[in-house]
Every structure is written in structure tokens, then in C-alpha cells.
């Protein structure tokens, strides 16, 4: 993992398989890492819960609710896959002085690379579901 | 495309008619445009087949990806004009530097989200991929493509008969797929099964399984490895060439999607 990443480790936790990390439609800006193990991400859907993507070793997961402003509502589930993981919470008032250090022009750049994301994993669990 | 100069210093206006292309896939660039009025519709080609991604409205930001992308500047998709539209510029370079000075962590946990969006992209493209005139022709073999696709394993049972004419051609046989990757599965067939039809390296047999997602799969396999066992003989078996090539290749995709 990149050191920089790594010093922004604030606490860590370990979830045992099938734990709930972050939760569909919750409040919450934390961001956190992968640094034992793996998780899934999971989506709703009318027809139960779709896996839409697997995070690894040192991946990170739930810059999205940040990363645009912190308001809207956790739009995955992550949850621990394969046995054990160990997870970092990254430190929020790090993030958040960096964030506030970013030009406005590239905040809007950001958000909208969140958008795409956000409104492209919809589109996708949708068409999955649809088939 | 006409330049509008009525505009304020720095701030550059584009306007696209109807139609348009804005922005090609694979080009260089890394200009970034908010759309001001109009609608523009964001595209990927692949297999010569359009992938549509999103239908962007007014205040949305287009090219902001290949901007942010470390890795390369190329165009991740198309953009085209749906209606006559206005496009402000922005100017990439005064951006660059601004991007360069922002914090290490932030940029990392940018790629990797940008790392994710390009990867659910690609994956639009194979959800797009269906059977048609438009896509036979293409020479390379998806099969054999290295794509995100993971080895699953199953146990479902199947019905496979041999691929050949002959004698015990029309025999129906059953076995277990124990598990199933883009490329091949491996199938575990009772001993007994040997016996009636010769099950050796080499040999093609058409499968017939319905997937525990409740769709049909027909695919020809032939026989790449024979592992005898206690009880039963697992064959590693390679899919061939299919009629309905593409039908098959989706129908497999969706089943092997990271569950």
C-alpha cells in the first residue's frame, strides 16, 4: 500500500465474513481501506441483493458520500468476504482539510466523476437484474 | 462546430449541432467541457456495437475522466451532441498544476474510484455484446479474450451427448459441472458413463445445462484432460466455436459475474 495511504490510517478493525461494513442508504462520509482480506460491494434490487464489484488488499471503499459532499445516503452495501478482513478507517479531518485545500473547479471535477460512478453502478445493477 | 467570441476571456464557449461528435473514444485529449444547454449522449463502441452509457443534461461535466486518469489521456467514450448544444471550456492546463498540488491520499482514492468506473464501463460492454450480423465478422475470439471473468464453482447437473456422428452419437449421458470459467468447466461424469462412449482427450460433446439463474446454456466442449477418481472421472473440457457464439458467450458472462 502507498505510504501516504497508510499514514492516513486511523483505527482498524477486524469483520468477520458476512459482516456489514457500510450499509445500503445510511448516513455516514467515512472512508476506509482494505488491508486483510476482501469485501463486497452489493446493491438492492427488486430481485435481492446483487454483487456488483469485489474489493481487495488495498483497495479503498465509501469516497463516494465524501468525495461529493457528504449528503447523500451510502448508495452500496460493503460487506466482508473470504473469512476475515481487516479493514482501516481513514482519518475524516485529514480528508477533510485536504478536500477543503482542492480548487472549487476541481471539486466540481470530482463530483462529477462520483456521479458517473454512482449513476453508472445503478445502470448496471439494473441491467443484471433485468436479464 | 462554431466558436462563440462574445464570450467573456477565459471563459470559451463551443457550440455543437445536433449530432455532432464532441468528444471520440480512443483520441487524445484532455479539455473538459460543462454543458451549458442542450443534451449530450455518452457512448462507448465496442465490437463495432454502441454502448450507450449516459444521456448528460445541462450543468453535467464531460472529458473529466481522461483529465483525472494518470494513466492515459485517451478518451475512455464518446460524447455526441443529442440536440443543438453549448459547451463551456474549461482550461485543462491552469488545472493541471491546480491537480498536481492536491493532497497524495485524495489523488490515490480519485484513481482507484476512476479505476472502478472504467472497469464497470468495460464491463457495460460485454452486458451490450449480443449475437448479430453487426459483431460475426469480428476475427478475434471472445473466448479466448482475457476479460475479468472468474473460474465458478457449481455443481449442477447436465446433459452432454458426443459432438460426433457415429455410433452411440445420439446416446444422452448425464454429469455434474463442478465448474465453469468463459474458457471451459470441468464436468465429473459417473464411471459407468465411459463405458457406453469413449470419454477421451480430444473427444467434443454437446452440453445442455440450465444455470441456477434459469437460463439455458448449449455449448460444444471437447475434452482437454481426463482425471479418474474414486467414484467418478472429472474431464477438463474447452468450449469450441458455437452457433449461437455470442448467445452462449452473454448468457456465461452474466452467470459468472462475481456473485
Redesign the interface.
Known sequence: MDPALHSYIAEETTCSDGEVIIEEGSRGSWIYVILEGSAKVKKRTPKGMVTIDILREGEVFGEMVFLEGGKSPRSASVIAAEGQARIGLLDTQKLIDDYEAVPSELKTLIRSLMLKLRNTTSKVCSIIVAK | MRKDTGQPRRKKVLTFEKGELIIKQGDYGIS?Y?ILSGKVKIFRTYNGVEVP??TLEPG??IG??A??NKDADVRSASARAMEDTELEV?HPI??VE??AK?????K???D???S??L???R??DQ?AVRSGEEISHQKEDPWSSTREFYRKEVDIVCQYKPAYRGKGSSTLLTGRIKDISMSGMCLEVPPGNESAIGHEVGKSFHIDVVLPNGKELNVTAEIVSVKKQPGNVRLGMQFKELPDYYGAKKTLG?FL???
Not at chain 2, 102 to 106: C, F, G, Y
Request: charge should be positive; avoid cysteine.
Open positions: 473538459i460543462k452509457l449516459a453535467s461535466i473529466e475522466m483529465f483525472l474549461f491552469d488545472l491546480k491537480y492536491t493532497s497524495a491520499v485524495l490515490i482514492i480519485i482507484q474510484a476512476l472502478r468506473l472497469r464497470i464501463n464491463f457495460m452486458l452474466f459475474m462475481p456473485t
